[in-house]
């Protein structure tokens, strides 16, 4: 069992909590119209800054076929959001249209069947039914558009988190494709020419939520929105212990007090209802907090009745009330005839609904799969030619690397384990404690012993563990020492995790706490590195005269940072193999984890790069 398990955890609570009570500050002082316009500004400029949108180019839609139902016709249609990436999608066309029609884009949630799903179904067919379009793509790694090779080995969220951090490495992340592929289906839905593009609508639920309320904040197209079983905020978010989909943390958008509801602030005054339920893991103390404070900006700005809350008594889906409450709100917003009823329909079976004849992107001729525009981008990216000096100067600041100096530190009870274990706490950041440990065979020291060679072990996963069953050098050859940086050993986190304990699952807490950094533009990357070096500082402070940094496994990665940023003199003792960050880009599977990896690290350099200046 770990000693700090909870340590992270608390740590990022008090965190947002912090930032929360700055930006409750920075609300109240909101009074006038012209300062919620400002506010309105200032939110949509910070959510645009965190997405990486390339240039537009054609579309080239292709039209594979037609489904027939009463009242409607189901257009089977790909487009390409980027040069051969393709967006598989359906489109409910209504039959005896007289002049242009609203339009309705359905955003599916984490559903592994997309568009098919049985939720989403119902609402293209009633729109259709009701004489409006109605448009529903299947999102990336889901429905058609299948981007693992052997996708059967990790779930839907695993595997969007699994292309977020290939995509960390080359500076980019997620969400800007998932809200790119959207800003291009709106594209094709405003070419045409049945639709009336002043009258298009949003909705979905869960990741359609957050993809609706994300494309209605960046795309000024749409008329109206109802995000379903996404919004609360970040700090209940934290506070619960939940991880999110890495299209859901958006990186530097926090890291001025940044919340969900400005999300939803970004788009107003629009007609705007946030869909919510009771009974949803996404806290609804926290949906009518973020209510509140979209509620207030509306009122501001004189749009009041634009903006309403629905809470539904159920769990998490697009359940038939969320439904019907999306009825009543297009119909009034779109100038449709009021929908009060949902109509029984034959839904469609995959066969059906698929715009390919494989039912997978993957086998069309020419097609590219997120993997391979990474893999492209990188083999393009041009590194800088920098000095040693130079490099250490990139590093320090991508990293969040200042002056070090000595940790205040604990004595901690010693622990045996084939050999005794001394064991100190250094306060490496706030809240935060790391282990350092002595190991000796014959004495447990309360203080530090008198060191001159000493021996630094940066772990894959517990020094403790991993240096158990190690011979101890003699004393005349030096001390051999572990530092347990943040979140392996004992401080691996009891938080945050779903279904089993797993530092290297796809959707838990190693996982979610990064991703909780990269909200408050920091490394998680960097916040290792600085464990090792303030370890470093601490045993030179006691009386080391030479230390030399070895590891293992993904302890390699803040040990070779930290041997080349030490302001003190550090050697490095590394493994034969190790995995690079460009050589992880070749694995669909992604070795590194996500908290590994600093963002955009490929732009300055890599671990073979900087091993060379060690040399």
């Avoid at 793509?137 to 080995?153: F, N, S, T, Y």
């Avoid at 034959?346 to 525009?373: H, I, M, W, Y």
């Avoid at 041009?382 to 690397?401: A, D, F, N, Q, Y």
């Avoid at 004992?490 to 950094?517: G, I, P, T, V």
């Amino acid at each position: 069992m770990s000693n700090f398990g909870a340590l992270i955890q608390e740590h990022f609570v008090q965190r947002f909590r912090a930032n929360a009570a700055r930006r409750a500050e920075k609300l109240k002082k909101i009074t006038t119209r012209s300062a919620a316009e400002e506010y309105v500004r200032a939110a949509k400029k910070r959510l645009l800054k965190t997405f990486d949108f390339p240039e537009r180019t054609p579309l080239n839609p292709k039209i594979t076929g037609k489904v027939k139902r009463p009242g409607y016709t189901i257009e089977k249609i790909i487009i390409e959001s980027r040069p051969g990436f393709p967006v598989t999608m359906n489109f409910y066309l209504p039959d005896d249209i007289d002049g242009k029609i609203p339009a309705m884009m359905i955003v599916s949630g984490h559903a592994e069947d997309g568009k098919l799903h049985e939720n989403y179904q119902p609402l293209c067919h009633t729109f259709a039914q009701n004489g409006c379009a109605a448009l529903i793509v299947d999102p990336i790694h889901q429905g058609e558009r299948m981007q693992l090779r052997d996708a059967g080995k990790h779930d839907l969220c695993d595997t969007h988190n699994i292309i977020n951090r290939h995509l960390k490495s080359i500076g980019d992340f997620f969400g800007s494709w998932r809200v790119w592929d959207g800003i291009r289906a709106m594209d094709y839905l405003c070419s045409r020419p049945e639709i009336d593009t002043s009258r298009i609508g949003i909705t979905g639920n869960s990741g359609g939520g957050t993809m609706t309320t994300l494309l209605s904040a960046v795309d000024a197209r749409y008329a109206a929105a109802a995000p379903g079983c996404y919004i609360t905020s970040f700090l209940r978010n934290v506070e619960n212990e939940l991880p999110a989909d890495g299209e859901q943390m958006y990186p530097g958008f926090a890291a001025d007090g940044g919340e969900m509801a400005d999300l939803l602030i970004a788009a107003s005054p629009r007609p705007l209802t946030i869909l919510a339920q009771s009974l949803d893991q996404f806290d609804p103390r926290g949906t009518k907090e973020s209510f509140a404070e979209v509620r207030k900006i509306y009122e501001l700005l004189g749009a009041e009745d634009n903006v309403r809350l629905f809470m539904g008594p159920d769990r998490h889906c697009y359940s038939l009330n969320m439904r019907l409450e999306s009825y009543r709100f297009f119909s009034e917003q779109l100038g449709l005839r009021t929908i009060n009823k949902e109509a029984a329909f034959q839904p469609l079976t995959f066969e059906e609904s698929c715009c390919t004849p494989t039912g997978n992107t993957r086998d069309l001729a020419e097609s590219k799969t997120v993997f391979d525009f990474i893999r492209e981008k990188a083999e393009k990216i041009s590194v800088p030619e920098l000095s040693k000096e130079e490099l250490k100067k990139e590093l320090r600041t991508l990293l969040g690397i200042g002056k070090m100096e000595q940790p205040y530190w604990r004595v901690l009870y010693h622990k045996c384990r084939n050999h005794i274990f001394s064991r100190y706490g250094l306060e490496t950041d706030q809240g935060i404690v790391t282990t350092l440990f002595v190991t000796h065979v014959e004495h447990a020291w309360y203080q530090f012993p008198e060191f001159d060679k000493v021996e630094l072990y940066v772990p894959h996963q517990s020094v403790i563990e991993e240096l158990k069953d190690r011979p101890l050098p003699d004393e005349k050859e030096g001390y051999l020492c572990g530092i347990d940086y943040r979140g392996v050993g004992e401080s691996l986190s009891q938080s945050c995790n779903q279904n089993r304990q797993d530092f290297f699952a796809d959707y838990q807490a190693d996982y979610h706490y990064d991703a909780l950094l990269w909200m408050l533009n920091e490394s998680m990357t960097g916040k290792r590195v600085k464990d090792v070096l303030c370890a470093v500082e601490l045993l030179y402070a006691q009386g080391a005269k030479e230390i030399t940094l070895s590891c293992s496994g993904i302890g390699v990665i803040p040990a070779v940072f930290a041997a080349f940023l030490s302001e003190k003199p550090v050697k490095i003792k590394l493994p034969e193999k190790f995995t690079t960050y460009r050589e992880a880009l070749a694995d669909d599977f992604a070795p590194i984890p996500q908290s590994m990896i600093p963002a955009g690290i490929l732009k300055i350099t890599d671990l073979d790069e900087i091993i060379k200046f060690l040399k």
